[in-house]
């Protein structure tokens, strides 16, 4: 008699099949939720935590570097942070779960609704989940089968808001895990700008796995910043699904300069014509950290411009990944897309892998994409020192110079005021 063998999961996909065992077992969620999460989890079990010989992550094996699959725990971190410099609507998720107690929903302007997403679990609609992050790609599908707070976001139509939504998620509690998951709706004719801040305690190893689904309707314009500001040993893989109506405009920021390891992916469909999209993102990056971010842009229909610019700065033994794709598909002629990717290496240690991509379809269409890596300018140097500037001091201002060019296409004088300020705040704790 012959049987097929089985392949042994690794001790955190074991982890895993055993946690998700018991969230059944605990009959927390409604039999239409349950159906969700089980399919979800069906697909990850399938597939398994992803590694080298899986292309999209062939630059960061997730299943030799997450070698445990920490718990869901209750605790909670008591952190508050100074978030001044926006002036906005704050909603605060301590290690997952939604503190009200530190969530503005009091200061709500007009025309904007939010719930938390544990509620709204209990209230959506299964087909309310994955209508956006429609990927096949087993962290989505790990974080749909887990989610378990967050908000539930809606801007009505036509409504313009006056100051940022800032989400805040803060976590303190080692060696625990956390699966917030958002879902967004931008009305006709709104506008938004909304921050997603991740921050944690340095001497915690703590896991995250979270996914923004995004709704942009006809005419909408959305701004949305991530700070991915993690603890030192923390693990961070964060996801965006974004489906955009005609006459758009959409900007995406990522900043990345915490987790031991992190991975942001962004995936963008343009479903409507007409619509403008703008992916940007700086990293700075030191120690032994690697950072990856993965984007994939859909021009599904014709006439959209997208412009992907990225920069890292990559010190002592790190690693920064990017793999961008651009897909044109056979009707979306007069598409515009350009992406650019650049590189400061600044020692011979570190490690910069880049992976840009058009795949195009049509022929009436204007699309490029290009890389460079190097280090410092040693000419721009020698003119600042020859002017008395101290060589760290010169080599700072460079680092901001070459940093600053990306973040001052963001259209919004207040979220690229804070973004300057961070970069700022990372090289003096540098040079400190």
């Known amino acids: 008699m012959n049987a097929e063998a089985r392949v042994q999961g690794t001790q955190a996909e074991q982890g895993l099949i055993e946690q998700f065992a018991a969230l059944k077992a605990s009959g927390e969620s409604s039999a239409d939720i349950l159906a969700v999460r089980e399919k979800a989890f069906g697909a990850f079990e399938a597939a398994g935590l992803p590694h080298r010989r899986v292309e999209d992550w062939h630059y960061t094996d997730l299943r030799s570097k997450m070698r445990t699959a920490f718990p869901i725990k209750e605790a909670k971190s008591g952190g508050v942070l100074n978030i001044e410099r926006l002036n906005a609507c704050v909603f605060t998720l301590e290690n997952g779960r939604l503190n009200e107690a530190l969530s503005s929903f009091g200061d709500l302007e007009q025309g904007v609704i939010v719930r938390p997403m544990s509620k709204a679990l209990a209230a959506q609609t299964p087909?309310?989940?994955?209508?956006?992050?429609?990927?096949?790609?087993?962290?989505?599908?790990?974080?749909?089968?887990?989610?378990?707070?967050?908000?539930?976001?809606r801007v009505k139509d036509g409504v313009k808001l006056t100051k940022p939504i800032h989400i805040i998620h803060i976590n303190s509690e080692g060696e625990s895990a956390s699966y917030p998951r958002n879902l967004v709706e931008i009305g006709e004719g709104a506008e938004a700008v909304i921050v997603e801040r991740y921050v944690g305690d340095n001497d915690a190893a703590y896991q995250i796995n979270a996914l923004s689904e995004i709704k942009v309707a006809d005419k909408g314009s959305l701004i949305w910043v991530k700070l991915q500001q993690d603890g030192e040993q923390a693990q961070h893989i964060g996801s965006t699904a974004v489906h955009l109506g005609e006459e758009v405009e959409f900007d995406h920021f990522t900043l990345n300069t915490g987790s031991q390891l992190s991975r942001s992916q962004v995936f963008v469909a343009c479903a409507g014509e007409?619509?403008?999209?703008?992916?940007?993102?700086?990293?700075?990056?030191?120690?032994?950290?690697?950072?990856?971010?993965?984007?994939?842009?859909?021009?599904?229909?014709?006439?959209?411009?997208?412009?992907?610019?990225?920069?890292?700065?990559?010190?002592d033994n790190a690693h920064s990944v990017f793999q961008g794709k651009i897909i044109v598909a056979p009707h979306a002629q007069k598409t515009d897309?350009?992406?650019?990717?650049?590189?400061?290496?600044?020692?011979?240690?570190?490690?910069?892998?880049?992976?840009?991509?058009?795949?195009?379809?049509?022929?009436?269409?204007?699309?490029?994409?290009?890389?460079?890596?190097?280090?410092?300018d040693e000419d721009l140097l020698f003119y600042l020192r020859a002017r008395g500037i101290p060589e760290a001091q010169a080599r700072q201002m460079l680092i901001i110079a070459f940093l600053s060019e990306v973040i001052e296409e963001i259209d919004n004088e207040r979220v690229v005021t804070l973004l300057e300020d961070l970069v700022k705040e990372w090289l003096e704790a540098k040079k400190g």
């Open 127 to 153: 087909e309310a989940f994955g209508t956006v992050a429609t990927q096949d790609d087993a962290l989505v599908n790990l974080n749909t089968a887990f989610m378990q707070d967050g908000l539930a976001i």
């Open 274 to 315: 007409n619509s403008k999209i703008g992916c940007r993102g700086v990293s700075m990056l030191s120690g032994k950290q690697h950072s990856d971010i993965t984007l994939l842009v859909d021009h599904a229909v014709q006439a959209c411009e997208s412009r992907e610019f990225y920069k890292s700065v990559v010190d």
């Open 337 to 376: 897309g350009q992406m650019m990717v650049q590189s400061l290496v600044l020692t011979d240690d570190a490690q910069v892998s880049v992976k840009p991509e058009l795949e195009i379809f049509a022929d009436d269409v204007q699309c490029a994409h290009g890389s460079t890596t190097g280090d410092i």
